[in-house]
């Protein structure tokens, strides 16, 4: 089972002074839980990661990227969103990926379009505050995927 986790940018970033991978770069509340899973050797093989960027669109964990002090707003979710889903489509064909997991705010979630189609199930961590969303996002890159809904193609859902 093959997995692309969809993160996305976080106002508190690091100031490297040169261009850097997104997980050296950001250094918000979901990047440390990742990072810590990562340095804890927990990190599933099987999830791939992106990040989706307000200055960027979607970017590779391993691309390279200067610092910014951009924010996402309507106007350029809808900007990016055609790019975004035609690059999530690409990379759902290239790797097969058997679910699609993001972890978006309500801005973040304006800048994808419509994946019913995909091959892929498609799942969102959703709930009642960043507390909740981080305790769900470290259960699934741990390897604990009791709060998704794996069986099925095409499923939304809500983590619970």
Do not use: W
């Amino acid at each position: 089972m093959s997995m692309l986790l969809v993160q996305s940018c976080s106002k508190s970033k690091n100031r490297p002074g040169k261009p850097v991978q997104p997980l050296e770069l950001y250094s918000g509340y979901f990047f440390k839980i990742i990072k810590k899973a990562i340095d804890d050797g927990e990190f599933q093989d099987n999830i791939d990661i992106c990040v989706l960027s307000a200055e960027y669109g979607l970017i590779d964990s391993t691309d390279e990227i200067n610092y910014y002090d951009r924010r996402m707003d309507a106007d350029r979710a809808s900007k990016l969103r055609p790019r975004v889903t035609r690059e999530l489509r690409s990379r759902v064909d290239a790797n097969g990926y058997d679910h699609i997991i993001f972890n978006l705010g309500t801005e973040y979630k304006a800048a994808i379009g419509d994946l019913s189609d995909l091959s892929a199930s498609v799942q969102f961590i959703d709930g009642d505050g960043i507390g909740y969303k981080g305790h769900t996002l470290k259960q699934i890159i741990r390897g604990n995927y009791s709060s998704l809904e794996m069986e099925g193609k095409n499923a939304t859902t809500q983590a619970n």
